[in-house]
């Protein structure tokens, strides 16, 4: 996860503005850019940390974080 984490920082810190306005590479609901792309696929991920958060709750563990 780490390795994968590093790698998409540094890939997402590389593109330019141009990059992100282009047409995204999949057909996302509401996407228009890649920019749109980057952001739908960050939502999605936090609502699962979201749930998982729940999870652990329900079975009395402590939170994710704080």
């Known amino acids: ?3 994968v984490s590093q ?3 540094s890939k997402l810190a590389a593109l330019d ?3 992100l306005a ?5 057909d996302l609901p509401g996407a228009r ?4 792309q980057v952001a739908g ?3 999605h991920d936090s609502y699962h ?3 998982m958060g729940y999870i652990r709750k329900a079975l ?3 939170a994710l974080a704080g």
Do not use: H, K, N, W
């Open 49 to 51: 940390i979201g749930q």
């Open 33 to 36: 850019t890649v920019a749109d």
């Open 1 to 3: 996860m780490r390795d």
């Open 22 to 26: 282009q047409p995204p590479s999949m």
């Open 41 to 43: 696929f960050a939502f």
């Open 60 to 62: 009395g563990y402590p």
């Open 17 to 19: 503005d141009e990059q």
């Open 7 to 9: 790698r998409l920082q």
